[in-house]
């Protein structure tokens, strides 16, 4: 298990977990998506999610493992602006996925 050492990181981490719990896409995709993204291709992956279920359930299973830790075998970058979480998908077998984010204006997104 391997958390991240940047605790404003692991709050966003929380906070998007708690959004996707919540089932709430709207504000979750919001919180998430690059900040450089058009209004049109936010809504274009926010349409992306409502319409399709499995796409939604791999998301929230992926950023829910990543904030714990679980399954995360490395993180690369410094953990400051950059951070990449090497882990293995929680709902699919033999499946190592990576997922970034980079910290802009003091706000960690998705990498885009």
């Keep these: ?9 692991q709050e966003k981490l929380d906070q998007l977990v708690a959004l996707a719990t919540a089932g709430d896409k709207d504000a979750f995709v919001r919180a998430f998506v690059p900040l ?13 999610l409502k319409t399709d ?11 829910q493992a990543i904030a714990e830790g679980r399954g995360v075998q490395r993180i690369a970058g410094d953990q400051v602006q950059h951070a990449v979480f090497h882990f293995v998908h929680p709902m699919m077998a033999q499946c190592d ?8 204006n003091d706000e960690w997104r998705a990498q885009g």
């Design 36 to 48: 450089d993204l058009t209004e049109d291709e936010l809504k274009g992956y926010l349409d992306l």
């Design 53 to 63: 279920d499995s796409e939604w359930e791999n998301l929230k299973a992926e950023i």
């Design 1 to 9: 298990m391997v958390l991240t050492s940047n605790a404003k990181l």
């Design 97 to 104: 996925r990576e997922v970034g984010f980079d910290c802009v």
